[in-house]
């Protein structure tokens, strides 16, 4: 028996029970309408979502070449596409995720109009994305099930059983579109309080993953931009733990925390740890500052001061009240960062880096997997990289290093068209290919995301709509770079009345009504214009 079979018998009996009263409704179209909406609440697709990356990261652990992936979205359509197209293309949604950023919550869904990634933007706006994703994602699973259904019941009319017993096999084994999500919740937007109820509502909503960073709330800057400032890691834990809380709460005891750290290019604190002996995780957090060693009699009129080893030590502070750290310590930070939290609540690391460089991240993974063997990344491979120039500067300095001749090279102008067709840009472009694969082997990164990708795409295609269809090209550049491309494609959007809903709609309604009802999709739609899309599911 199978879940679909199962609901339709216990319809028709219900049906039986209540009498005649109930003659008009249909058991198996209750059973199909219970499939199209599997997940009841947000609370049951976090806890399947995290069961999948739970599993997932045990995989890791045993084979490195399993690592996960996903794209950064910014509203519950591209998250839509994204996973329509992936069932499309590779069959299945097996370790792909979607990505929730702040800075494109900031950038794009805040009432306040485009802002900067500094946690300016409503804080209810990122639990909103969530919930719209997964009601887009279960959509999605509806208008694709409505397609299998309206095939079964045209090979039933036909009489083609073998055709019937296959789709239903379809339906009796469909792999949902509801897939993690890592959700951004930048510094916690306050104290662990805030912290703690934010999280909630973005578990409430279906996030089975939390991404927090050790950055001030006030003054949180994005992860790629100068400014950043640090908190000492109790504070950091407070919040971390404030998360768990919330997890726990709502009886998502195995959610996922991921802490990141911003400590590579932040080089200031808020405050100095409080210590309580030499070697604590205060005095080793206090240790990194950029200070003085000075005598009593040096005091000056409102000076902070430690006391290290006998020694008085000033800090050196800002007009901005912020203490600096020294210059160097950025790497050493990140690992310090990343054992701690791992050693209090959190599951997954973030190390934010200034470039996407196997060997760096590897450098520091190393560092936190002598003290935890199976600590694992969540890595940004962030479109803040200039990747073009970035690898082939880096193929340079390795042909160099192996005593090849560069000559034809300006190592300062990599990223110039001239260089497109070289042997050093396409070593480069191999390492690009294979950087999520090297990564995940060498530096033991388990999830490789991409930000902001969805933002630079729909800039790009838009741009590309609008060069030609406001010159010369017209309607042509529209018919020739859209639609007619969907059409050849298969992609599901050329038919958007029934992407919309409009073809469940109308199932509904001959459920609700029978012959009676009037139905949007007749010999007058002029979706029929086009072929029926291609099912994603086999």
């Known amino acids: 028996m199978t879940i679909y079979q199962d609901d339709t018998e216990a319809i028709e009996a219900l049906k039986h029970a209540f009498g005649s009263s109930w003659d008009a409704i249909d058991p198996e179209s209750v059973a199909r309408m219970r499939a199209q909406n599997r997940f009841k609440t947000g609370l049951e697709i976090a806890q399947y979502t995290a069961d999948i990356m739970r599993k997932d990261m045990a995989e890791y652990d045993a084979d490195s070449s399993v690592y996960t992936q996903s794209l950064g979205v910014w509203h519950g359509f591209i998250g839509q596409q994204k996973m329509i197209s992936i069932k499309k293309h590779l069959k299945t949604t097996n370790k792909r995720y979607l990505y929730l950023s702040g800075w494109m919550v900031a950038a794009l869904r805040s009432e306040f109009g485009p802002l900067p990634d500094q946690s300016m933007h409503e804080k209810t706006a990122v639990p909103a994305l969530v919930e719209e994703l997964y009601t887009f994602l279960r959509q999605a699973d509806a208008r694709e099930l409505d397609l299998l259904f309206t095939a079964l019941d045209d090979a039933r009319a036909a009489g083609n059983d073998a055709r019937a017993a296959a789709i239903q096999d379809q339906i009796d084994n469909y792999e949902t579109h509801v897939v993690p999500i890592i959700a951004d919740i930048d510094a916690g937007f306050g104290n662990p309080e805030a912290t703690y109820l934010l999280a909630k509502k973005m578990i409430e909503a279906g996030a089975c993953a939390i991404q927090i960073e050790n950055q001030v709330s006030d003054e949180k800057q994005c992860g ?5 400032v640090t908190v000492p890691h109790e504070d950091f834990i407070a919040k971390i733990n404030a998360v768990r809380y919330a997890f726990l709460e709502l009886g998502i005891d195995n959610g996922i925390i991921v802490s990141r750290t911003d400590s590579l290019g932040a080089g200031l604190t808020q405050k100095l740890a409080v210590t309580y002996q030499p070697g604590d995780l205060g005095d ?3 240790s990194f500052l950029d200070v003085d060693e000075i005598t009593e009699a040096e005091l000056g009129n409102g000076d902070v001061v430690i006391k290290r080893d006998g020694k008085l030590l000033r800090p050196k502070r800002l007009a901005s009240n912020l203490f600096q750290f020294r210059q160097g310590t950025g790497e050493a930070r990140c690992v310090l960062d990343s054992i701690t939290s791992l050693q209090n609540g959190a599951d997954l690391l973030w190390i934010e880096t200034e470039k996407p460089h196997v060997a760096q991240i590897a450098g520091m993974m190393n560092e936190v997997r002598k003290v935890i063997p199976n600590a694992k990344l969540v890595y940004n491979n962030s479109p803040s990289f200039n990747w073009t120039l970035n690898f082939r500067q880096q193929a340079y300095d390795n042909l160099l290093a192996e ?4 000559s034809a090279y300006d190592r300062a102008k990599l990223m110039s068209v001239v260089y497109d067709e070289t042997e050093l840009a396409q070593i480069a472009d191999e390492s ?22 969805t933002y630079h795409t729909a800039a790009l295609s838009t741009d590309d709509l609008a060069k030609g269809y406001f010159a010369d090209q017209g309607m042509l ?15 599901a959007t050329v038919k958007h009345q029934n992407m919309s809903g409009s073809d469940i709609g109308d199932n509904h309604k001959e459920y609700f009504a029978g012959e009676a009802a009037l139905k949007a ?5 002029t979706m029929n ?3 029926e899309p291609v099912l994603t599911s086999h």
């Open 521 to 525: 999709g007749g010999k007058n739609n």
């Open 403 to 406: 005593g090849k001749d560069v």
């Open 432 to 453: 690009i290919r294979t950087f999520q694969r090297d990564g995940s082997a060498e530096a033991g990164i388990f999830h490789h995301l991409i930000t902001l990708p």
């Open 284 to 286: 080793q957090y206090n």
């Open 224 to 228: 790629h931009q100068d400014g950043k």
């Open 477 to 491: 550049a529209y018919v020739k770079g859209v639609q007619r491309r969907e059409i050849r494609e298969g992609i």
């Open 529 to 531: 214009q086009f072929e």
